[in-house]
């Protein structure tokens, strides 16, 4: 099987999963790991929406942790760190994410209306 995340950075975190999840069953990870390493910058968005296997989760600390010290990644996130030991089912696995992640980090946080309510509120409002 050949996914858009290889020819694309962005894509949600759930989907980076599946793919990883897939691509071990079908004996071909490591291949798909050296394609994500080549990424001049990788999106994971959405990290935590969906909940992670403990599979899952290790196989996605993998990506992270074979970026860190070599090259940028961005996730994005409505979650709150002290909130990422439930999405990685793991107070260890966790902790060396977090310490991974936050080492050489900009954490940029926004918090507003929701900017696809405030669009759709404005498409639906009747005119004047």
């Known amino acids: 099987m050949v996914s ?10 759930d989907a980076v999963v599946n793919e990883l999840m897939e691509a071990r069953d079908e004996m071909r990870l490591l291949n798909l790991q050296k394609r994500l390493a080549r990424l001049k910058l ?3 968005d959405e990290l935590g929406f969906v909940p992670l296997s403990p599979t899952g ?7 992270f942790s074979q970026r860190y010290e070599r090259g940028s990644i961005l996730v994005t996130t409505n979650l709150p ?3 990422w030991t439930e999405m990685f089912g793991s107070e260890r696995l966790t902790g060396a ?26 498409a639906t409002a009747p005119s004047s």
């Open 97 to 122: 994410l977090l310490d991974r992640l936050t080492h050489h980090v900009h954490i940029i946080e926004m918090n507003g209306d929701s900017y696809r309510l405030r669009q759709s509120s404005r």
């Open 81 to 83: 760190f002290d909130e």
């Open 42 to 44: 990788p999106i994971i």
């Open 57 to 63: 989760a290790e196989l996605l600390f993998e990506v």
């Open 4 to 13: 858009l995340y290889l020819f694309t950075p962005f894509a949600r975190a």
